[in-house]
């Protein structure tokens, strides 16, 4: 019955705070709706919790989409393996389907990498050279010292 409840408030709870714009949109950076909408969340968090802050409900929010990243690539993983319609991952959160439009939302990092371009495209000789200055061997099958 609680469950039934809190399904209802949090739907009434989403009529009331605006439409989340996409990241890439100008409305996404308007400070005042943003502090509008948290101030509703705040709202009905304090009817659970008296102490609740924009801190916690930020918070929850980050622990709500990380649940649903994690569930997306478990269901993303199963779809790539292979595996019959019957076996693919099935998400349990309840909230799974309501998060689906975050999907688009997601935005990439850049890679970052530790490898340094002009050691990594160094041809095979016998001047090439360890990070500490030490000659390796020019054998492409093994990359070792060859003052040893």
């Avoid at 408030?9 to 509008?36: L, M």
């Avoid at 779809?79 to 349990?92: L, T």
């Amino acid at each position: 019955m609680s469950q039934v409840r809190c399904r209802f408030e949090s739907h009434h709870t989403r009529s009331v705070i605006p439409k989340r714009p996409k990241i890439k949109s100008k409305e996404y950076s308007d400070r005042e709706a943003k502090a509008a909408a948290y101030s509703v969340l705040i709202e009905k968090l304090k009817q659970k919790d008296t102490s609740a802050n924009r801190e916690t409900v930020t918070k929850k929010i980050n622990a709500m989409r990380s649940s649903f990243r994690k569930e997306v690539k478990k269901v993303t993983a199963s779809r790539r393996s292979g595996a019959a319609a019957d076996d693919i991952y099935q998400p349990r959160l309840w909230y799974y389907n309501l998060l689906l439009f975050l999907q688009d939302q997601e935005v990439g990092r850049d890679s970052v990498t530790n490898v340094n371009e002009a050691t990594a495209h160094t041809p095979n000789n016998s001047n090439s050279f360890s990070p500490r200055g030490e000659a390796m061997s020019s054998s492409p099958h093994c990359l070792c010292r060859t003052d040893v």
